[in-house]
């Protein structure tokens, strides 16, 4: 079994930064792919952004060059660093891990931006 926990949420004003954590605790093996994603009210689940355990990593188009996802192996814990915020980057923020065909989510963060 996998557990994950998110932190790092809060509001922001438009323009600012924010880092979330995701930080995996139990079985955790050597290859698996971290994944971020986000859901506003209203609006369908969107994947923001993943990195796999060689370290490539993938972004919406939405926040291309303005967010970073990295991987610290020896935490096993996922971040991502968010810039340059805008109000439609407001969301929860879930992470998500894929290993050995199993899946976990954490519970959620919730990240709030003001214009």
């Known amino acids: 079994q996998v557990q994950l926990v998110e932190s790092g949420g809060g509001l922001v004003q438009a323009g600012g930064s924010l880092r979330l954590s995701c930080a995996a605790s139990?079985?955790?093996?050597?290859?698996?792919?971290m994944d971020w994603y986000r859901q506003a009210p209203g609006k369908q689940r969107e994947l923001v952004a993943n990195v796999a355990s060689s370290g490539s990593t993938n972004y919406a188009d939405s926040v291309k060059g303005r967010f970073t996802i990295s991987r610290d192996n020896a935490k096993n814990t996922v971040y991502l660093q968010m810039n340059s915020l805008k109000p439609e980057d407001t969301a929860v923020y879930r992470c998500?891990?894929?290993?050995?065909?199993?899946?976990?989510w954490g519970q959620g963060t919730q990240v709030t931006v003001s214009s």
């Open positions: 998500r891990m894929l290993q050995g065909g199993n899946l976990y």
């Open positions: 139990g079985n955790i093996f050597s290859v698996y792919v």
